[in-house]
């Protein structure tokens, strides 16, 4: 069974091309239609109110319903600026479970960096042939953060029968020793390695979708989209 996979570091909708630094719901839910994957990870996504969402409607809620998702969720890791923030997913496939799974926290932060607490979204998906689990996240960017994060899904994967596909912005480089664990566990399905961040000049890949032993890699790329600071990344799959 072929699937698309996409993941998105949307930047709460910033549009890039926006002097003013506006919200454009719209755009992202427009390159998540065009991209025609199965399901989605979105990255830095706030919760209910934001604009141009009505007060009590979700963003994931209204990009979902202009992109054409019957399913979503949104998984809150903070809040930032009196909203929840955090990630979110879209599916066509029903969701059977859904979990959020938080990132331990470091116990000592010793970086100069911005420490932020973090979550890893969990979904067994029905395909109609075979369920499918899915992981989404965003690490942080404190070394601390990352290897807690990289612990706890590596954890998580291990623990799974069925196939397994990781999405997401994780802050980490393919030649880091920190992202190695992940990476000896699940293929990449980057084989270049393309730059995903930032979008108005790449220069680094820092966004992944990393598949169990079982699926197969059909293509994986980064869509060289200038929207949110981050490229979407996208990869078919044989499951």
């Known amino acids: 069974m072929k699937v698309k996979a996409l993941t998105f570091n949307i930047q709460h909708g910033v549009d890039q091309h926006s002097e003013k630094r506006e919200i454009n719901l719209d755009q992202i839910a427009d390159i998540i239609k065009d991209a025609g994957a199965d399901f989605v990870n979105l990255n830095e996504v706030y919760g209910a109110g934001s604009y141009p969402c009505e007060e009590s409607e979700m963003t994931a809620q209204?990009?979902?319903s202009k992109a054409g998702?019957?399913?979503?969720?949104?998984?809150?890791?903070?809040?930032?600026?009196?909203?929840?923030?955090?990630?979110a997913f879209l599916s066509r496939f029903p969701i059977r479970f859904a979990e959020v799974i938080?990132?331990?926290?470091?116990i000592h932060k010793h970086e100069d960096v911005h420490y932020e607490s973090r979550n890893i979204m969990k979904f067994i998906l029905?395909?109609?042939?075979?369920?499918?689990?899915?992981?989404?996240?965003?690490?942080g960017v404190a070394k601390g953060e990352e290897e807690n994060a990289v612990e706890m899904l590596g954890f998580l994967v291990?623990?799974?029968?069925?196939p397994v596909i990781c999405m997401g912005d994780y802050n980490i480089t393919p030649d880091s020793d920190i992202i190695a664990p992940l990476l000896s566990e699940l293929k990449?399905?980057?084989a270049d390695n393309e730059p995903t961040f930032p979008s108005y000049a790449p220069e680094?890949?820092?966004?992944?979708?990393?598949v169990s032993q079982g699926v197969e890699v059909i293509s994986?790329?980064?869509l060289q989209i200038i929207a949110s600071d981050h490229f979407p990344y996208a990869a078919e799959l044989e499951i």
């Open 102 to 106: 938080p990132v331990p926290d470091p």
């Open 188 to 190: 990449n399905t980057s």
């Open 62 to 64: 209204y990009i979902a």
């Open 69 to 87: 998702y019957n399913y979503c969720f949104f998984a809150p890791a903070i809040r930032a600026n009196g909203k929840p923030y955090g990630n």
């Open 220 to 222: 994986g790329k980064p």
């Open 158 to 162: 291990k623990e799974e029968n069925n």
């Open 126 to 139: 029905d395909t109609g042939e075979k369920p499918l689990t899915v992981f989404g996240s965003h690490f």
């Open 204 to 210: 680094i890949k820092i966004d992944y979708i990393l």
